[in-house]
């Protein structure tokens, strides 16, 4: 029923397109932080009871007359989003400070940055985080397209060297795009997804998924020669490749799983959309591709031409001789990789992973350049907290290194200046019914250590006079994405690693297998993340979190091929050594293709993106790729040779011969 299978698949890109166009994408990180953190309640406190879900500031030109400026801020307030306008005649002095009723990211937010910029035109600038994820939407928007497009050529020249026939990587490239079609569609059931996923997704499901298709074509081929009718070789191959796809995904999905954990709910935006993508890559494999093989068979073979890549037989033969020198090289790199993974240098602060040229980062630097406005925290306190004593308070805060001013009711209020005097509009910014507003201007950038130590001296401060304090604003907030981030990073590598070698015990049967597996697949990350840091790159810290995880899950597939391979030949009486030369040669193949098609997904995007938090996402990955490749075929085999002896004794139906 072939036909049939496509036209329903076909027909199913039509729910897919209409779920991936209704699917939101939140482009504010700090939104992912637990709701039981302080400064996320502070957070919703401001927004559903102050009305200060994010805030602007526009930065005027000073050649501009204050006629202009008010007819520019009657504009203003007349965006749906805004709720507050407040201009240089009220407390600010040059910039404009605007509100909004939304939060930071929030499409409501992000279209009123758009109308605001529009009204403000080129003379003046748009600062803040609002308009930092308005322009990552902007520059997302654009690159997208050219992450598929790069992504795709790179597997088309992979698979044209790969494969047999340069009609079968369009023939694989198209099944594998409805799949991940399918997958992006579906996600409207998540109800969002984060830009970081949105922009990576795609092309880890292509790169993680190649190898089901390209294992399902060699079967179909093996079989065609054997049993000479494509239909029933069809289907053996299908019933050969479900069998190695759904062991071979159950690690890959265990590992994305494993980023549920996190306590930054990204990980679980990320970890439910790839694991799902696997899921469903495995699904069109043993579905939709069998059906556009059989369809365009003929194509197939008009286009057969020899195969390009090498037998690799003096290279198998060299590991395998050689394998005691590759465990000292092992044993020579083990130290150096574990030193440059623990030292991997990390940065918090979002708005350096973009270009300098986006305007808000022009706007946020001419903030701090002019008007020595860095960073905010905002303080919740008790409404009823007597006049003298926030003064004190305040001016404790004054005191502290770091503080430029404190804006607060008693500072507007002054010695002579009673509430009734200060606008309703100005009023409501500052106290409602329970609690009154303090907003401190920092000279210290976001997520660094004056930033934190700073903060918590001010909570010190404001807990001191209000145990009920809540500190909120981008700082506080960046302020526990730092502790929460750390805590993660231990957290969900332990937690993938754990998981996946209970798997293994099950798959092999064996308790020494999945320690050797897991041992040199995490050596392989070690050594990728050593790369970063003996070269002095610092990363964004969401790409030290997940690399770990995604690339444990996607390539330990790698050394699961040739370990199994080498069991069975261990089984058939091979001695170690001609047990391991008959696996390498029988695995290097698909462990190069894969690793290479992985490699050419995600090295586009890490070329293109001008986004550094995508971009050194996919850069770790797909050099990642590379080095789990040169391990499973270099200290793999070693490791498996030597450790023979204690494999046999804890291995079920394995006997040392």
Excluded: W
């Amino acid at each position: 029923h072939r036909r049939l299978i496509i036209i329903i698949c076909l027909l199913l890109l039509i729910p897919s397109i209409i779920g991936i166009k209704a699917t939101k994408i939140n482009y504010d990180i700090l939104s992912y932080l637990p709701d039981t953190v302080d400064t996320v309640k502070g957070q919703n406190i401001l927004t559903d009871e102050f009305g200060v879900g994010s805030y602007s500031i526009v930065i005027i030109d000073n050649k501009m007359k204050d006629k202009d400026i008010l007819k520019m801020e009657d504009k203003i307030k007349e965006i749906d989003a805004v709720d507050k306008v407040i201009s240089k005649s009220d407390i600010l002095g040059t910039p404009i400070l605007v509100t909004f009723k939304t939060g930071m990211a929030a499409g409501e937010t992000l279209d009123a940055i758009d109308d605001l910029r529009d009204i403000v035109g080129d003379s003046c600038k748009v600062s803040g985080i609002s308009a930092t994820s308005d322009d990552i939407r902007i520059l997302l928007d654009q690159e997208m397209s050219v992450y598929v497009v790069v992504a795709s050529i790179f597997c088309i020249i992979v698979l044209m060297i790969a494969l047999d026939s340069y009609g079968v990587p369009l023939i694989i490239l198209g099944g594998i795009g409805i799949a991940i079609l399918y997958n992006m569609g579906t996600n409207i059931v998540l109800g969002q997804i984060s830009y970081i996923t949105k922009a990576i997704a795609t092309v880890l499901q292509l790169g993680v998924t190649m190898d089901f298709s390209i294992f399902l074509y060699h079967s179909y081929q093996r079989q065609k020669e054997i049993l000479g009718d494509k239909n029933k070789a069809m289907a053996t191959a299908i019933k050969e490749t479900l069998v190695s796809i759904v062991g071979s995904s159950t690690t890959t999905i265990a590992g994305f799983l494993a980023l549920c954990t996190m306590s930054l709910t990204l990980g679980t935006d990320i970890g439910l959309v790839m694991a799902k993508g696997v899921l469903i890559g495995v699904i069109t494999t043993v579905t939709l591709l069998p059906s556009l093989l059989l369809a365009f068979d003929k194509v197939i073979e008009k286009t057969k031409h020899k195969e390009l890549l090498p037998e690799f037989k003096k290279f198998t033969n060299f590991i395998v001789n050689h394998y005691k020198a590759m465990i000292v090289v092992f044993l020579l790199l083990l130290a150096p990789a574990i030193y440059g993974n623990n030292n991997v240098k990390v940065y918090y602060n979002l708005n350096k992973s973009l270009p300098d040229t986006l305007q808000s980062v022009s706007a946020n630097k001419e903030l701090q350049e002019k008007f020595n406005m860095v960073s905010t925290q905002m303080v919740l306190v008790n409404k009823d907290m007597k006049a003298d004593t926030a003064k004190q308070m305040i001016n404790e805060i004054k005191d502290l290194d770091g503080v430029d001013g404190v804006i607060g009711l008693q500072e507007l209020l002054g010695d002579n200046i009673s509430k009734e005097m200060i606008p309703d509009d100005i009023l409501s910014i500052f106290e409602n019914d329970k609690y009154q507003l303090l907003i401190i201007n920092s000279t210290y950038e976001n997520a660094t250590d004056e930033s934190n130590a700073l903060i918590q001296k001010v909570n010190e401060i404001v807990s001191k006079y209000d145990e009920n304090a809540i500190m909120a604003g981008e700082g506080p907030l960046m302020n526990d994405l730092v502790k929460i981030a750390d805590h993660d990073f231990n957290s969900v590598n332990v937690t993938s690693a754990v998981v996946i070698f209970v798997i293994m015990i099950f798959v092999f049967k064996s308790i020494s297998l999945p320690v050797i597996l897991i041992a040199v697949i995490e050596f392989a990350i070690f050594a990728n993340m050593s790369f970063t840091s003996y070269f002095g790159t610092v990363i964004p810290f969401i790409a030290s979190i997940v690399i770990g995880t995604i690339q444990l899950g996607a390539t330990v597939d790698y050394a699961i091929l040739m370990t199994n391979k080498y069991v069975q030949n261990r089984k058939d009486g091979l001695v170690p050594k001609e047990a391991m030369r008959l696996s390498l040669q029988d695995s290097i193949k698909s462990v190069i293709v894969s690793a290479f098609c992985f490699f050419a997904a995600t090295c586009g995007v890490s070329l293109f993106s001008n986004i550094e938090m995508i971009g050194s996402i996919c850069t770790l990955i797909s050099r990642g790729a590379i080095i789990s490749m040169v391990v499973v075929l270099t200290i793999l085999p070693a490791c498996l040779i030597l450790c023979d002896r204690v494999i046999c004794k804890t291995t079920k139906g394995l006997v040392r011969k």
